[in-house]
């Protein structure tokens, strides 16, 4: 069997988002145009297709990584599912470990919200390119303009805005394409006909001026085109695109786009944006692991022929067919029926079925090749984070890099005038440090901060007085304030080289690691897999 799409034809993305940008709505509607969907689902009627459980229904919030793939002119577009809720960060750092490229969705009315400074630094520190969808275009005070500059301040990115947006709140239209200088505009109810037609007269000048905008940006970030933009010859439209395109994944730049998902407007002008501005699996560094014998590192490139080796990002109860393992293929071919191993646990795993996932339907598969996303049904041993590798190549795949905090206090400054002082601080102290995190409490309206123990937050506090010069008391600790404590928060390996018997062998041993509550601190517990960890490789708390 031979691919049925080119891998350069792939589009591995997710939709990141704050709670309540429009995250569900906008994942719904490109599923509804890209050819899968026969109705429009509805956040506010609990009928939408990626949100899973009833309880995601009832609380209308995603809690669940669904993978689910789409077409669109040619290209397989398999969107994972990120939760946006802060409970959830740690799901949605699993997601961002497998996907190649991101819609970072806003809401038009907010720009950008603390939640969103969350998922985007996670995105950095996964590298992964995106591009921005300024959603909800048709509310009262939205603004294009306003988002984009909050992107730039507070994220500190650099947006370039690819379209001008047609009418006002809720007269709304859709928006100039500033590549193509065309107007789409979106008429009929379900947004199904965009029509594409010339720049309203008294819009012309300004979608110019923003076209020339544009071009500056993109030519000062390529060593090509700037020659030429210096030069003023012409610059075709593909060199354009494909300078933003390397731009992009090379998260030197953002291309931000307009929309209202729910009026369903300008959600196609985003899906061909995916195809042409995200990567694909060939776009992005090779995969890195470990050889788990030996404890060589391997890399593995998106090649058929290669060995196989996937990551499962995801187990998901489905209500109809049972447990389900969603995995990321990075090399080789999944075959359904087929052995993998799991390396991590030393453990065989047949591969039962393969199932793709589609808004209407599941699709039973033969194979999953590289660069591709599936679920599989079967597994018995494998849980988020595992590496399944081919038997004779076993190889551990870099899981989640950073464990999530488990210890939280509300803080507050002593003189209440010393709140932004304060806001300051801890946003740079969280930018430096990965497991330090900061939000504020939506009941309470508290600021709350996380960490690894209460050394590490006393150590932080105390920093904050000595480099920041504020002071600030500090609430009663909650331990294990965003997971519980009873389950597996998420494997962290600690690799460590032991030598075994006396034939002067060396081995890798990984471990997995329960956190688990003891007396005012939380400690890890040193179990399950392949003996007792070394004292020295359990985290300082
Ligand atoms: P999520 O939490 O990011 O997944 O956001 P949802 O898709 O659940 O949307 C949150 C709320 O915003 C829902 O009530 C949606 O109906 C509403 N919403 C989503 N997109 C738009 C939009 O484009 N315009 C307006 N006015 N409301 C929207």
């Known amino acids: 069997m031979s691919r049925e799409y080119a891998l350069d034809r792939y589009r591995n993305i997710g939709i990141i988002a704050h709670i309540d940008a429009g995250k569900t709505t906008t994942t719904e509607r490109i599923l509804f145009y890209a050819g899968k969907t026969y109705r429009i689902g509805s956040v506010d009627d609990g009928t939408t297709v990626t949100d899973w459980m009833v309880q995601e229904r009832e609380r209308g919030i995603t809690i669940v990584s669904a993978a689910v793939s789409a077409e669109w002119k040619g290209y397989q577009i398999n969107l994972i599912d990120t939760p946006g809720h802060i409970d959830f960060t740690a799901e949605v750092q699993r997601s961002l470990r497998v996907l190649d490229g991101g819609v970072v969705v806003f809401d038009a009315t907010q720009g950008v919200e603390p939640q969103s400074e969350t998922v985007w630094r996670q995105a950095d520190r996964y590298k992964v390119p995106r591009i921005c969808f300024i959603n909800k275009m048709d509310r009262v005070g939205a603004s294009f303009e306003g988002s984009i500059q909050s992107i730039k301040d507070r994220l500190g990115a650099n947006p370039i805005a690819m379209q001008l947006p047609i009418g006002f709140e809720a007269a709304f239209k859709g928006a100039v394409d500033l590549v193509t200088m065309k107007a789409i505009l979106f008429e009929d109810e379900l947004g199904k006909e965009p029509i594409v037609t010339d720049i309203p007269a008294d819009l012309v000048k300004e979608a110019e001026e923003a076209r020339a905008k544009m071009i500056e940006q993109v030519a000062e970030l390529d060593d090509d085109l700037i020659v030429k933009y210096l030069e003023n010859e012409p610059i075709s439209e593909e060199e354009l695109k494909a300078a933003l395109r390397r731009a992009v994944i090379a998260s030197k730049a953002t291309a931000v786009f307009c929309g209202s998902s729910l009026k369903n ?277």
């Not at 890399?299 to 996937?310: F, L, Y």
């Not at 293929?329 to 993998?340: A, C, D, E, I, T």
């Not at 294990?480 to 390996?493: A, D, G, L, N």
Request: charged share 30%; no cysteine; aromatic share 6%.
């Open 265 to 541: 407007k300008g959600v196609q002008p985003l899906i061909d944006a995916v195809v042409d501005y995200l990567p694909s699996p060939l776009d992005v560094p090779a995969v890195k692991g470990t050889h788990a014998k030996t404890g060589e590192e391997i890399e593995r490139h998106p090649d058929d022929d290669a060995p196989a080796s996937a990551l499962v990002f995801k187990i998901v109860t489905d209500p109809y067919v049972g447990r389900l393992a969603y995995i990321r293929v990075y090399s080789g071919v999944v075959k359904q029926g087929g052995q993998l191993l799991n390396p991590g646990k030393d453990k065989k795993e047949r591969v039962g079925r393969l199932i793709r996932m589609y808004a209407d339907r599941r699709e039973d598969i033969e194979e999953v090749r590289a660069g591709d996303i599936a679920a599989i049904l079967g597994l018995k041993y494998s849980f988020t984070g595992d590496t399944l590798s081919d038997s004779d190549k076993p190889i551990v795949l870099e899981s989640i890099s950073f464990p999530e905090p488990v210890i939280s206090v509300a803080i507050e400054p002593k003189t209440a005038g010393d709140q932004d002082k304060m806001g300051d601080a801890l946003y740079k102290l969280s930018q430096e440090d990965p497991t330090f995190r900061v939000h504020v409490d939506e009941s309470t309206g508290q600021t709350v901060i996380s960490g690894m123990g209460e050394l590490h937050l006393d150590v932080l506090v105390d920093r904050m007085l000595r480099e920041f010069r504020v002071q600030a008391n500090v609430g009663r600790t909650r331990v294990s304030y965003r997971e519980t404590i009873t389950r597996p928060v998420e494997k962290i390996s600690y690799r460590y080289v032991k030598q075994s018997g006396g034939r002067g062998m060396y081995g890798h041993v990984v471990f997995d690691m329960t956190p688990l509550e003891r007396g005012n601190g939380v400690q890890f517990e040193n179990k399950i897999v392949g003996g007792t960890v070394p004292k020295e490789y359990i985290p300082a708390i």
